[in-house]
């Protein structure tokens, strides 16, 4: 934390801005003759990242929203995700985008991937603005990807703690969080 209880600035709100400005660029290219766009992006934590990336893109699109939570601390397998909030839109023959804050693990990313498959997804990509690969117990496919992260409690940004900081307008870290993601 800063002097002033903040939480310590790890990427800055002009690097982010930059960085985003280049996913977009590329994520322009790539889809540039393809139909409309269906960008999905993963509450809460993908909000702020995703209205950054979309208000750059020209390209036709419609937006829509997923939500999962993990069965934390609970007796279940490793990895299960529970869906809370389904999208409105149907996936077939669509090119999906997916948005997302963070990929840890891995297994949120795994099940929303697979499950857009099955439901007949045309294509699924995944953009991703950090990426704590050295956490990941499952391969994730990230086709668009911020930033690379250490093991670091990362907030900000949209990403929270405990439904906290995620208006700071930059990626922080928490120090002593005395909680996991
Ligand atoms: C966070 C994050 C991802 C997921 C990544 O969401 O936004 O969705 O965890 O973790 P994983 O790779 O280990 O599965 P969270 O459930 O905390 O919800 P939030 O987006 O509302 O903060």
């Known amino acids: 934390m800063t002097e002033d209880g903040m939480p310590r600035e790890l990427i800055s709100r002009e690097v982010l801005d930059r960085r985003v400005g280049e996913l977009a660029d590329e994520i322009?290219?790539?889809y540039a003759d393809s139909e409309e766009l269906l960008c999905v992006g993963v509450l809460k934590g993908s909000v702020f990242f995703m209205s950054d990336l979309l208000q750059r893109l020209s390209r036709p699109l419609v937006v829509d929203f997923f939500q999962t939570s993990s069965y934390r601390g609970e007796t279940t397998s490793p990895?299960?995700?529970r869906i809370r909030r389904d999208l409105d839109h149907s996936l077939?023959?669509?090119d999906v985008?997916?948005?997302e804050d963070i990929v840890d693990t891995g297994y949120t990313m795994r099940t929303i991937m697979a499950l857009m498959g099955f439901r007949g997804a045309r294509s699924v990509r995944l953009c991703v603005l950090l990426d704590k690969a050295c956490k990941r117990e499952?391969?994730?496919?990230?086709?668009?990807r911020g930033f690379e992260v250490d093991d670091v409690f990362?907030?900000?940004y949209g990403l929270d703690y405990d439904d906290r900081y995620r208006n700071?307008?930059?990626i922080g870290v928490l120090e002593e969080p005395g909680a996991s993601e």
Do not use: F
């Open 79 to 81: 990895g299960e995700v």
């Open 28 to 30: 322009e290219r790539d």
């Open 97 to 99: 985008l997916l948005i």
């Open 168 to 170: 700071l307008p930059y």
């Open 154 to 156: 990362v907030v900000g």
């Open 92 to 94: 077939a023959g669509r």
């Open 138 to 144: 499952t391969p994730v496919q990230i086709h668009y």
